[in-house]
C-alpha cells in the first residue's frame, strides 16, 4: 500500500512517522496547490491520502464521489483512490469526538456532564467537522449547550472576531489555529474547564500555559486526534 499527506507548509507533520511505525510506505506532499497534489497522487500511483490544511473544503469539488460523512461535513480528510477515482471521506469529526470523550469520561470533574460553553478558535477547514462532532454530542437544539466560533477574518454573521473572545466565560475552548499565526489566550478561568489544541508541534507553549490555571481539568493537544485518524483512514484504505 502507497499512501501520503497533501498539504501546504507541512514540515511539521508526524503523520508519515505514525504510519511507517506500522510498516505502511508514507510519503509527505508539501505543494502550492490542492491540483498539484492530486496530478502527484496519481502520478506516483498512491491507494489514498490525507489531506490538511489548507486543502479540505477545496479538495470537495475534485472529488467523484463522497462518503455520507464528508457530504454532511462539507470537508474532506481522506481519499481512496480506485481506477484513478477519487472518493472523499472525513474522520476528523469523529477523531476529535472519541479523544475529547476520552478525556471528559475519565476525569472525575466531568464523569456525570459535558461541557456546556463550547468556544471554537479559527473557522479553517477542520472547523466544519468540530462544530458537526460537538453538536451530535451535545444536541444543542434541545440543551442549555452553547458554542461560538471565533476567528481572525469572520466569515458569516455566527462568527465574532477572535479580539471579542474572553476564556472565562467557556469551559470548552477548541483551539484550530496554526501556531505560526503568533496566537496567543489568556487563560482567566474561574471555573472548570478543558483546552483542547489541534496543534501538535512541540513545544505546544498554549497547551503549558492552560495548564498552569488551577481550574484546567485537561490541556490536551492534537497527537490523540492525529492518531486517531491515522487508524480510522488505514482501515479504510484496505476495505
Not at 471521506?89 to 479523544?99: K, P, Y
Not at 475519565?106 to 456532564?113: K, L
Request: proline share 3%; with cysteine.
Amino acid at each position: 500500500m502507497k499512501v501520503g499527506l497533501i498539504g501546504s507548509n507541512i514540515w511539521y507533520s508526524k503523520s508519515k512517522e505514525i504510519f511507517e511505525s506500522q510498516g505502511i510506505e508514507y510519503k509527505i506532499y508539501d505543494v502550492s496547490c490542492v491540483e498539484q497534489g492530486l496530478e502527484l497522487a496519481i502520478a506516483n500511483k498512491l491507494d489514498g491520502f490525507n489531506v490538511t490544511k489548507p486543502f479540505k473544503k477545496d479538495i470537495v469539488k475534485y472529488m467523484d464521489s463522497l462518503m455520507p460523512e464528508a457530504q454532511r461535513i462539507g470537508t474532506v480528510n481522506c481519499v481512496k483512490i480506485i481506477n484513478d477515482c477519487f472518493i472523499g471521506e472525513n474522520f476528523d469529526g469523529e477523531a476529535f469526538r472519541i479523544s475529547l470523550d476520552h478525556y471528559v469520561s475519565n476525569h472525575d470533574d466531568w464523569e456525570f456532564d459535558y461541557p456546556h460553553r463550547m468556544a471554537i478558535l479559527g473557522n479553517g477547514g477542520v472547523v466544519p467537522a468540530i462544530l458537526t462532532a460537538l453538536h451530535d454530542a451535545t444536541d444543542l437544539t434541545t440543551s442549555s449547550h452553547e458554542m461560538t466560533v471565533f476567528a481572525r477574518n469572520p466569515k458569516c454573521i455566527d462568527e465574532k472576531s477572535i479580539s471579542e473572545f474572553d476564556a472565562k466565560k467557556f469551559d470548552l475552548i477548541v483551539n484550530t489555529i496554526p501556531f505560526e499565526t503568533g496566537i496567543d489566550i489568556n487563560f482567566n478561568n474561574k471555573s472548570k474547564f478543558i483546552y483542547y489544541d489541534l496543534n501538535y508541534a512541540e513545544p505546544n507553549l498554549l497547551v503549558k500555559k492552560a495548564e498552569r490555571n488551577k481550574h484546567c481539568s485537561w490541556s490536551i493537544n492534537g497527537l490523540d486526534m492525529l492518531e486517531r485518524q491515522a487508524e480510522m483512514s488505514l482501515k479504510w484504505w484496505k476495505e
